[in-house]
């Protein structure tokens, strides 16, 4: 028994001595000076001249909005005006209207912007229902492309 102990002692001790050992030596990766430069990219307007659009919606409790069909999506900064529901976002019926007055506007001059937004927004407020008015004019621009 004493002399299987000492082959297993002597086998362990072979083991832990001999041990593995990997080296990994890589000269080609050694930091190569990189030169990042950025591209800033600049709009090409052209002014096409005044344009001008309406637009109607209704709106019920606040919360359902209807009658704008068509509608610029992000044309404008909006400031306080769709509801914290993390699932969908709610608009409301001034901001529905303007969105449509800006995509007729733009549908109307053939122009991409409304550079200068000028917004007459008409509400007659029956308390839980809403009749919104909303007309956009200003100068129309066409995207021709980005300049460096």
Known sequence: MNRILTIIAAAAAVVIMAGCTSVNTNDVAKEAPVKIEEMVFKPDYSLVGD???????????????????????????????????????????????KR????????????DYVLGAKYRVDTEDYFVFKKISCTVSGTGAKLNGLTK
């Open 100 to 111: 449509g007055a800006t995509y007729k506007a733009c549908e109307s001059g053939k122009v």
């Open 51 to 97: 344009v001008s659009g309406s637009a109607k919606a209704n709106c019920l409790f606040g919360i359902i909005t209807w009658g704008v069909n068509e509608f610029a999506d992000n044309a404008f900064v909006e400031t306080n005006s769709s509801s914290g529901f993390p699932l969908f976002k709610i608009v409301d019926g001034v901001t529905a209207a």
